[in-house]
């Protein structure tokens, strides 16, 4: 063989998960495939349609609706539904809350980031999903980094990280009791820059809060926030408009905006190239705690 | 670009972490958010403790050792890498079968003070029990010995002496400071003496030639895509992963283990047919003939068929507390298959310090030992040897459903 014939890092990393998500679809009864709208689960989309054409996906697509959501997030999720024609599921955080099942926080910057766990769990146990496929990366953060590619939760919901299957070779062991669920990751070994170029080299749409925009913010802690109806604004906060996109999209009273000119792909890549932070120094509900992912995840978050 | 994949192995103070974090903060792949989040956790001898990149739980951070594999992502100009950060600890062996099992190179550390211990014997057995082709010995802590270029050929010619049958492919040796940075990314100025590569440059330049490339075509189907719409009425595809050489359009083809015989009609993928495909590629292959298959069941060339049988020889790592023990029944799941299995015997353990061979009535977690295995159904597959696609499988207890026992097929 020569070099020529050699896979690149992306080829490589899209064959790995597509042979993973059709794992999935041959081991379990009824898996889900979790789409926020967000470039992850965009990208996941993007790679079932590459695992399953010219058949439909072995799943439907769900969407956990914290009601926090960025307006341009939804409208995507729901054209890009329609458009590829597979089934969108959708249930609301707002319906726990209204049944009295998941209480709302209090204070200055209420985050729903808890609570959607609850919603998350009774939509697993309403349809019974026994695997549920997400766009998390093991590079986002170091309790991620530690999760196995198909990640076996109890009845609760809960991960234990030290109750871990060995994952060997490309064998993956989806086999679970009844109650049990299993949290696939597909794109676990992409980084946040292999998910950008694979984008690009796909030419994968995506929503245009990704993209430099105007918009009113506010600072908190050193971070750009977007002004919505979600935050309370006291008299200390001072709203700017500023020209801003966000590099991770999550709700909009976690996720904080980079200040970018960057409006077209190329400039996003070169600007992530050479950023000093990482993705989820932009997100509040991770700078909690030191263990504030592994905490959320033991309690049945994805 | 391209990607490689690669274990760190060594013993629990080698500085295994350090040296992962050094890789990490010098190749400019840590974030200054990661940094001030491991500065609010303290330093170490007025250093900032890199080891804290790697240890992402709570429990490894309080007790300062790394419980469970994790992977770590970098990448320089020339190459994008993925590190399985493996425990060194003895009672986590199985963690480190998981990490050397999808890797192409080993590191191996060795402080150079200590020498080749206990743990380097039994990590380099694993190594080269997993067929990991390529191994580079670090000799850690060169400042703590004065930089002595004699005390490195000292370990250099140890090791080399007891590698001398462990039939790795090619040993590479470099000597370091991951605390200092010595060698590591950046040439070191205190060791004049060394001309070799830093571990980087080597890591970089190493050329990686997998088994995908050097083996016998093989491709596992994986799931059966059937539409069965208007369009695609008797569309009928056999979609999965070559594991390992390639296909063409036009190649006469054995379905194993059944042993039909048709011709490759067409390989598809999303972007539209292709003419050839090779491994790792992920596609959709048609056939000429309508015959059964299904998942689990391989396509082979027509002449390059490999062994089917139902009574497997392996070498096995047992992860679980439960001993394995014979007569006991797992389920046995060997590329996209799965088929139930009884171990018949035991052949003997493998005291992995010295590599003895020892009798034993079974074997308990983290042992190492061949059985003797028969299995329900027939299956095809190849030696570990030449092919660790083919050639692996793993066990599970149907019971707890865990993933208990790592195969290597003989």
């Not at chain 1, 050699?6 to 379990?28: D, K, N, P, T």
């Not at chain 1, 769900?62 to 341009?72: A, K, L, R, W, Y």
């Not at chain 2, 088929?339 to 052949?347: F, H, L, Y």
């Not at chain 2, 977690?365 to 092919?387: F, M, Q, S, V, W």
Request: aromatic share 8%; glycine share 6%; hydrophobic share 35%.
């Amino acid at each position: 063989m020569t070099t020529k014939s050699r896979l690149s890092h992306l080829q490589q990393l899209e064959a790995e998960s597509i042979y993973i998500l059709r794992e999935v679809a041959a081991q379990f009864e009824r898996p889900a495939l979790l789409f926020s709208g967000g470039k992850d689960s965009i990208t996941l989309v993007h790679l079932a349609l590459k695992a399953f054409r010219p058949g439909k996906f072995p799943f439907p697509l769900v969407h956990i609706d914290t009601g926090h959501n960025f307006q341009e997030a939804l409208d995507f999720r729901d054209e890009l539904a329609a458009k590829i024609g597979e089934k969108l599921i959708v249930r609301y955080v707002q319906d726990s809350i209204d049944q009295g099942k998941a209480v709302e926080e209090k204070g200055k910057f209420p985050s729903r980031n808890g609570i959607q766990t609850v919603t998350l769990l009774d939509t697993i146990a309403e349809f019974k999903f026994d695997a549920c496929i997400g766009g998390a990366r093991r590079d986002e953060e170091k309790a991620r980094a530690k999760e196995r590619v198909f990640s076996v939760r109890d009845e609760f919901g809960s991960w234990d990280p030290k109750l871990q299957r060995p994952e060997l070779w490309n064998i993956y062991n989806g086999k679970i009791h009844v109650g049990e669920n299993v949290r696939v990751f597909p794109i676990s070994n992409w980084t946040e820059l292999d998910v950008w170029e694979y984008i690009r080299s796909e030419n994968i749409a995506l929503p245009s809060l990704y993209f430099s925009h105007k918009r009113e913010i506010v600072w908190r802690d050193d971070l750009v926030f977007p002004v919505s109806k979600f935050i309370t604004l006291d008299n200390t906060d001072k709203v700017e408009e500023r020209t801003v996109r966000f590099r991770t999209v999550g709700d909009m009273t976690c996720t904080a905006a980079v200040e970018s000119e960057a409006n077209h792909i190329d400039d996003i890549i070169r600007e992530i190239q050479i950023s000093r932070t990482t993705e989820r120094g932009s997100r509040l509900d991770d700078k909690r705690s030191e263990a504030a992912m592994e905490d959320r995840k033991r309690g049945g978050y994805f | 670009m391209d990607l490689l994949r690669f274990i760190t192995a060594g013993s629990v103070d080698d500085g295994k972490s350090t040296l992962i974090g050094r890789l990490l903060y010098d190749s400019k792949s840590v974030f200054q958010d990661q940094l001030d989040a491991i500065e609010r956790a303290g330093q170490v001898n007025g250093e900032i403790n890199l080891a804290l990149l790697t240890d992402g739980l709570k429990a490894e951070r309080e007790q300062g050792i790394t419980i469970d594999i994790a992977y770590k992502y970098f990448s320089t100009p020339k190459r994008k890498f993925i590190i399985a950060d493996a425990p060194g600890h003895v009672q986590y062996t199985r963690n480190m079968v998981t990490g050397a099992s999808n890797s192409d190179l080993a590191i191996i550390l060795i402080d150079a003070r200590k020498g080749v211990i206990e743990q380097t014997y039994r990590h380099s057995y694993i190594v080269s029990l997993l067929r990991i082709p390529y191994v580079v010995v670090c000799i850690n802590k060169m400042d703590l010995v004065d930089f002595s270029e004699t005390r490195f050929e000292e370990i250099k010619n140890q090791y080399t002496e007891f590698a001398k049958d462990l039939g790795l492919e090619s040993i590479e040796f470099i000597p370091i400071s991951a605390l200092r940075g010595d060698n590591v990314v950046d040439p070191s100025t205190d060791m004049g003496w060394w001309k070799g590569n830093t571990l980087l440059g080597y890591l970089e330049e190493v050329e990686i030639l997998s088994d995908e490339k050097k083996h016998q075509p093989r491709f596992p189907v994986q799931y059966v895509i059937r539409p069965q719409t208007n369009e695609h009425h008797d569309y009928r595809g056999y979609a999965g992963q070559i594991r390992s050489g390639s296909f063409k359009k036009g190649d006469q083809i054995t379905v194993l283990p059944s042993g039909l015989k048709s011709k490759i009609k067409s390989i598809d993928t999303f972007a539209g047919s292709i003419d050839e495909a090779h491994a790792p590629m992920s596609v959709t292959i048609l056939l000429e003939d309508d015959i059964d298959i299904s998942r689990g069941d391989m396509i082979v060339p027509a002449n390059e068929e490999p062994s089917v049988s139902q009574e497997l020889e392996a070498d096995i790592c047992w992860m679980d507390a439960k001993s394995l023990l014979p007569g006991n029944k797992y389920l046995l799941r060997q590329t996209t298959g799965s088929v139930k299995s009884a171990v018949k015997e035991i052949s003997f353990r493998i005291e992995t310090q010295t590599h003895e061979k020892k009798s034993a009535d079974q074997l308990s977690l983290n042992e190492i030992g061949r059985i003797k295995i028969k299995t329900a159904k027939p299956i095809a597959y190849d030696p570990y040897a030449h092919n660790r696609g083919t050639g692996s499988f793993v066990l599970v207890d149907e019971g707890t459903n865990n993933t208990v026992g790592a195969g290597m097929l003989i």
